[in-house]
């Protein structure tokens, strides 16, 4: 078996028109009950999406509905104690520099829904709460959205660095290094908050030099042009003298009439030290964007393939 792409979930790079992330707590009233709820989650889920890519679909471009669930650390052990867990999946903690932190925020079960149509994304969502409402509680729900061309909310365009459509796979997949949990994911989910005035204030050229990058083109500097604290420098992740990469999301949401803005972020790799090394590197270069930003959460969770979810729904995982 090889690293298959059409046997994952949809951890690819399409951020979606109308987005929603959801982290729910499981309750542990009972690990017998949760476990079967979940096994039935796992089965109902797949049914859901396929009914709802049927009823979503256009004639020109079917449908642009795309899911994935995920799992923590604690919930793998709390839903499946004597399996098998992903060899990188770990519970998240803070992770500190000397000047910012990034940190850890509880969660179980996360979802990540997007399409084209905002009904689609409810309707997914609300179906879901069916299955899983009784044994969780909802510990963050974000609603995001499509910005203009596709760019971050700070005005740059989004996921130049991530891999293209055709390389994605071997970045954003588990391969035959952990056989159990291939074409499965490392989604690394985290919600900034950003101080818009004190950004929008900069000059476009101090902005485009705190990024990395020109505003309106997206035409990358040259290094000796751009912030020492750069952001396309800080988060650069080197391996043995080569850049790794993931599949990275930076999707927009705001409350705009109370001035609650920012960037909801969803990296998807195939090895959880990738991103978590990005990480690092942000906070001990004191990445810019953390300049007048708040980070709120923080939860790394394991996406599994859609083989392994059928092996949980028929209660075969163990």
């Not at 020109?60 to 923590?72: D, E, M, N, R, Y």
């Not at 499509?146 to 971050?152: M, P």
Request: glycine fraction near 6%.
């Amino acid at each position: 078996m090889s690293i298959n792409p059409s046997r994952a979930q949809d951890v690819w790079k399409d951020a979606g028109e109308h987005v929603q992330f959801t982290v729910l707590g499981l309750k542990r009233e009972d690990p017998e009950h949760d476990r079967e709820v979940f096994q039935e989650f796992a089965d109902r889920s797949q049914a859901i999406v396929r009914s709802l890519k049927i009823r979503d679909a256009k004639p020109a471009t079917g449908s642009q509905l795309k899911v994935s669930i995920g799992i923590s650390n604690a919930a793998w052990d709390y839903l499946f104690p004597n399996a098998p867990k992903p060899a990188e999946l770990e519970t998240y903690t803070d992770l500190k520099g000397d000047t910012y932190s990034m940190p850890a925020t509880p969660g179980d079960l996360f979802l990540h829904i997007r399409a084209s149509d905002a009904a689609v994304v409810y309707e997914a969502q609300t179906q879901f709460n069916r299955v899983l409402g009784p044994i969780t509680t909802v510990l963050d729900e974000t609603q995001g959205f499509r910005y203009f061309e596709g760019r971050a909310i700070i005005g740059f365009i989004d996921g130049t660095e991530a891999p293209a459509i055709e390389d994605a796979a071997d970045y954003a997949l588990v391969g035959d290094e952990d056989p159990t949990f291939e074409n499965g994911s490392y989604a690394f989910a985290q919600k900034w908050q950003h101080d818009m005035p004190v950004w929008n204030h900069l000059k476009t050229e101090d902005q485009e030099k705190a990024v990395g990058r020109e505003k309106f083109s997206d035409y990358e500097l040259e290094d000796a042009d751009k912030f020492k604290n750069a952001h396309n420098v800080a988060s650069k992740f080197v391996e043995d003298g080569v850049e790794q990469k993931i599949v990275r999301m930076n999707v927009p949401y705001s409350a705009p009439a109370s001035g609650n803005t920012g960037t909801y972020f969803i990296g998807y790799a195939r090895h959880w030290k990738v991103t978590k090394g990005m990480l690092e590197n942000m906070l001990a270069q004191n990445d810019y964007l953390l300049t007048f930003s708040k980070i709120l959460t923080g939860q790394l969770f394991f996406i599994p393939s859609r083989d392994l979810l059928a092996e949980m729904a028929e209660g075969d995982f163990h």
